[in-house]
């Protein structure tokens, strides 16, 4: 089975995270959730689930990882302009590895600048920041192109998670 890394900081939309990291685990993957430091409690905006950071973004190794995935909420926002964070996300794309990003997740993806040329989704609201950063922007619960699934909002996780479980296989 898979090891997948979770990216996360406070204010995470609460199943944005719980959704995917539940029904992974019990897929059989591996989660590890990853923040900027080790050992944070980490809360959702809706303030219904919290999570604990396992490592530290400067302790995580991406060649350990068969993929991630990026919640949403105001989470990504927290962690886009870190330099880890950015640079671990480059190397699972380098490697090719599934990279799942919902609602506002793809910031960290912008921010990394690996949108060009991409055919992607993101909460409605963003639209223009991926546009802005070279991306073409669909408007579907979940789009995949090639290692990258995204998707808009919590009614779409259903869809996220069939998508990332796929890649998985």
Request: glycine letters at 8%; aromatic letters at 6%.
């Amino acid at each position: 089975m898979s090891k997948i890394a979770f990216l996360l900081a406070s204010e995470f939309e609460d199943s944005e995270m719980q959704v995917p990291y539940d029904q992974l685990k019990e897929a059989g993957h591996e989660a590890v959730i990853i923040g900027l430091t080790q050992g944070e409690e980490l809360y959702g905006k809706n303030k219904t689930v919290s999570y604990q950071t396992e490592l530290s973004i400067a302790d995580a190794r991406p060649m350990d990882y068969d993929a991630v995935v990026i919640p949403g909420g105001s989470s990504p926002e927290g962690l886009r302009t870190d330099e880890k964070i950015l640079n671990f996300v480059k190397d699972i794309n380098i490697s090719g590895k599934p990279i799942a990003a919902i609602c506002h997740g793809p910031q960290i993806l912008i921010s990394a600048k690996l949108v060009q040329g991409r055919t992607m989704t993101c909460y409605p609201p963003l639209k223009d920041d991926l546009v802005n950063a070279g991306a073409r922007f669909v408007d579907q619960e979940a789009v995949v192109d090639g290692n990258f699934i995204t998707s808009r909002s919590p009614q779409d996780e259903p869809a996220f998670v069939q998508e990332i479980l796929k890649k998985l296989q």
